[in-house]
């Protein structure tokens, strides 16, 4: 009796184990796009923790550079300083003051005094310049420390971010791989011709943008093979001459007297969506030009199509 027990609870186990429904191909995207607009924000605070990092270890590095001049010099006065007390030594310095002193030649007593008087100025002016040669070491080696201590805290949020985008990115891709929706790109395309009715400068940007379509997203991809919505628009600017920040936010900051209304569009524009946490070009005519996500290729899409657009910059 016990052993049908068992096993009628082993097989209602099963059951319910088997009856656990898998999630439906609009749950699958509704959590895929979740995770799109969650990953929007995450990457882009993972460039801005790269980006700051990447400036605190060049100011870290240039003051390194400070102080290593620093020791040399300080190295050049210590050695003034002993040939100074040799020379001093050597000549008997005020020992000879006697002998000055008892000289019936009244030119000898001069030229003896004056070069006293040199030889005591130039042990004063390299001491001095060797305290300040010192005091201004310990202060570029301050420095120097301030500016790694920075440098590391900023790396250590870049590898936390990294290992938030990952995770993230992660999920993405198995999602997409259920939906038989994950689009590999090709590092190598060679993109597409823009005939939109852009001018200028903002034709420049828009035919670097066109000749990166069909190439992955990547988290972080700044080129020439990958690319981040972001790292899209500022390199594509970049090539029109316009120097962008790094992160969808900083355009968007950078562009604060450059804002234009939805409603005023001209080819080129930035378009800002997500929070801050996408960015996209306006190419003409009811398009943009964009990197969307992790399993998708640089592409041209309608405006309608792309829902949460609220802001736009004009370079």
């Not at 040799?86 to 002193?101: A, F, H, K, R």
């Not at 355009?251 to 001209?266: E, F, K, T």
Request: with cysteine; glycine share 10%; net charge positive.
């Amino acid at each position: 009796m016990t052993g049908v027990l068992v096993a009628a609870v082993l097989v209602t186990q099963a059951a319910g184990a088997v009856a656990e429904p898998k999630p439906t191909i609009a749950q699958t995207k509704a959590r895929l796009a979740k995770l799109d607009a969650q990953a929007d924000k995450v990457v882009d605070k993972y460039n801005d923790a790269g980006e700051k990092y990447k400036k605190a270890r060049k100011e870290y590095n240039a003051v390194n550079g400070r102080f290593k001049q620093q020791i040399e010099r300080a190295d050049e006065l210590r050695a003034g300083l002993v040939s100074v007390a040799v020379s001093s030594y050597q000549s008997g310095d005020l020992l000879s003051w006697p002998n000055l002193v008892t000289t019936g030649d009244p030119e000898a007593l001069l030229a003896g005094l004056a070069s006293i008087d040199q030889m005591s100025a130039r042990r004063s002016q390299t001491l001095t310049e060797y305290e300040d040669a010192m005091s201004s070491l310990k202060g570029e080696r301050d420095k120097a420390k301030g500016a790694y201590d920075k440098a590391l805290k900023l790396f250590e949020d870049l590898r936390g971010q990294k290992k938030d985008v990952e995770k993230l990115v992660g999920e993405q891709e198995r999602l997409l791989r259920r939906l038989n929706a994950f689009n590999a790109g090709n590092p190598n395309s060679a993109g597409v011709k823009y005939n939109g009715p852009a001018s200028g400068n903002a034709r420049t940007a828009l035919q670097f943008a066109y000749a990166q379509i069909g190439k992955p997203y990547r988290y972080g991809g700044t080129g020439p093979g990958a690319w981040d919505c972001s790292g899209l628009t500022q390199k594509s600017w970049a090539a029109a001459g316009v120097s962008l920040p790094r992160t969808a936010a900083g355009q968007y900051s950078w562009g604060a007297s450059r804002r234009v209304s939805l409603n005023a569009l001209q080819p080129g524009d930035l378009l800002f969506a997500s929070g801050l946490g996408h960015v996209g070009m306006y190419a003409g005519n009811g398009q943009m030009v964009h990197a969307p996500r992790t399993g998708d290729v640089v592409k041209v899409v309608p405006l309608s199509s792309y829902r949460g657009i609220f802001a736009a910059v004009r370079p």
